[in-house]
């Protein structure tokens, strides 16, 4: 392996002007900068990372840590993460919690052993808090981006969850829709109890009394039982619109009724909170709440960087990003 000892005997030059040329630090003239970089390229030096960083205490690494890779929001939100990282100076680790907290702490742990300089966060849950105290302990700075938690006061990303759910929510009623039933992530997850306020919201303001036979909690990132679904279609007055609070939920309940031969929007219109990737540009059909997913990662990461830079204790800040509301072929008047 090349060492800087070796990019100074042939450069005729000392380890320390080698190393301030790597650094980007002390007075060296540009004609030795330049001789430098060239033998380095001459001798495919790479430069020792960990050596550096203990040197500068910075690595020049993020961590990204999502709750679900396979929802297309967070993928996006991901390259917006990087793209900015990149565009800053500094690489990206990625991590995916499942929405669990022990896996989320296994990565949190990595973090805490590679002393990474800061962390853009999507908290599992409300219990998240936890590991984001161990953060704080070991004076890592970190962000959260789409949830927050409750007794944690740092630098976060949202948006517009309460606001999105009513617009979606009064849109149904507008089309006539009084029997309209909420598939939900955990009540422990902050954006899941927005999405519920301003479904609630909604139904208050139109007179429509809240029903609790037509809300279903379950995971944001699954929706693998039936059963709850069965008992809401054979009430009584059973649904006629279906708000699911993101678009891994709203893929699983137009799965559940097409099983069922229930026709979309014909006999049940479905809108849900998030886009569908892709998806959509192939057939557009899903009524959404539409966030900016790319610049929650952008975003994100550039008051990361800011954070980690600053060194200050400046209040907390909060960036809310706006919700687009989109009215596709999802949605319609109930059945007469």
């Known amino acids: 392996m090349v060492t800087i000892y070796d990019i100074a005997k042939r450069a005729d030059v000392s380890a320390m002007t080698v190393s ?49 890779i396979m929802n297309p929001f967070f993928t996006t939100l991901a390259r917006g993460a990087e793209d900015a990282a990149l565009k800053l100076g500094y690489k990206l680790l990625f991590g995916n919690s499942d929405e669990k907290l022990s896996k989320e702490k296994e990565y949190v742990d990595m973090v805490l052993s590679t002393r990474v300089d800061g962390v853009l966060f999507a908290p599992a849950s409300d219990e998240s808090a936890d590991h984001l105290a161990a953060l704080q302990r070991h004076r890592i700075p970190f962000v959260l981006v789409d949830r927050d938690v409750p007794g944690i006061e740092a630098d976060i990303v949202v948006g517009e969850n309460r606001e999105g759910a009513d617009r979606l929510t009064s849109h149904l009623i507008r089309l006539g829709h009084r029997r309209i039933a909420i598939v939900n992530g955990l009540s422990t997850v902050s954006t899941a109890r927005e999405r519920f306020a301003g479904y609630v919201d909604a139904l208050n303001r139109n007179g429509i009394p809240f029903d609790e036979s037509l809300s279903l909690e379950c995971g944001f990132n699954r929706f693998d039982d039936p059963e709850p679904l069965d008992r809401m279609l054979a009430l009584p007055d059973p649904p006629t619109a279906i708000f699911a609070a993101n678009n891994v939920l709203a893929v699983g309940v137009i799965g559940y009724l097409r ?45 990361l960087v800011e954070r980690i830079r600053s060194k200050d204790t400046a209040e907390r800040r909060i960036v809310r990003l706006p919700t687009d509301m989109i009215v596709r072929r999802s949605t319609g008047r109930p059945p007469v």
Do not use: H, W
């Open 259 to 303: 099983d069922r031969n229930i026709g979309v929007p014909d006999l049940m219109s479905v809108a849900c909170f998030e886009d569908v990737g892709l998806a959509s540009a192939l057939d557009p059909f899903l009524t959404v709440a539409m966030q900016p997913a790319y610049e929650f990662g952008y975003q994100g990461v550039k008051l």
């Open 20 to 68: 301030r040329v790597i650094n980007n630090s002390g007075r060296i003239s540009p004609k030795t900068r330049e001789k430098v970089k060239r033998i380095m390229e001459e001798m495919n030096y790479v430069p020792n990372s960990t050596a550096r960083s203990l040197v500068k205490q910075e690595t020049k690494m993020l961590s990204l840590l999502i709750t679900d």
